[in-house]
């Protein structure tokens, strides 16, 4: 998987290990998320293009000023994905969030889009998809497929803490030019479709509400 980028950084290690430990409470299961999520986000923009502008002044000396060459859309996948959006933002505050809300049907295991906040036409030029949990990858092909019907002609990079291996390869399947940056593979997905080890389910253990059967 020439695309997939699995973090090598020792702290994403580190706080994936404490946020998978299921004694971690919702407060804390936040804060790392975040805090993974921005270090995440550093590897998927290092390749941003930029560009020169005006010539600005510093305290001591004319300098050539550089900004984004691109514009920026957050599309996080409802409700998980929420997490990752202000820590962002505060990284590029130009960036516009797009949302997404795509939930994956308990029986079937398929995804099932209910909510879609995207303009009528594309308004951004790059989107960072902000998933924090890649099980089946059934809602990552949905989201992938809807962002490219939707007008995104331009790579599509997902940010996730933790895949499973086979919904790697689906994604992978379904949408090869994608790019992948992701904190931890797991080689595991079980009969109702959760990553194991894993994290557990994400947005309960955000939000700490009780995952109903």
Known sequence: MS??????HPLVAH???????????????RELMREIGQLLGYEATADLPIKSTSTLESPLA????????????????????LTFVDVLQEMIPTARVLHLGIFRERISLQPVEYYNKLPSEPNVDQVLVLEPMIATGGTA?????????????????????????????????????????????????????????????????????????
Request: positive net charge.
């Open 62 to 81: 004319p300098y050539a000023g550089t900004e984004l060459a691109t514009t920026i859309g957050l599309v996080p996948i409802l409700r998980s994905g």
């Open 3 to 8: 695309n997939l980028r699995v973090s090598s």
């Open 141 to 213: 092909v949905a989201a992938t497929s809807i962002l490219k019907d939707w007008g995104i002609k331009s790579k599509i990079k997902f940010i996730t803490i933790c895949a499973s291996r086979q919904g790697l390869d689906n994604l992978m399947k379904h949408h090869p030019d994608v790019e992948i940056f992701v904190g931890v593979i797991d080689d595991v997905l079980d009969d109702h479709g959760y990553v194991v080890p894993g994290l557990g389910d994400a947005g309960d253990r955000l939000y700490d509400t009780p995952h109903l059967n």
């Open 15 to 29: 706080k994936i290990s404490i946020l998978r430990n299921k004694n971690t409470k919702s407060k804390q299961v």
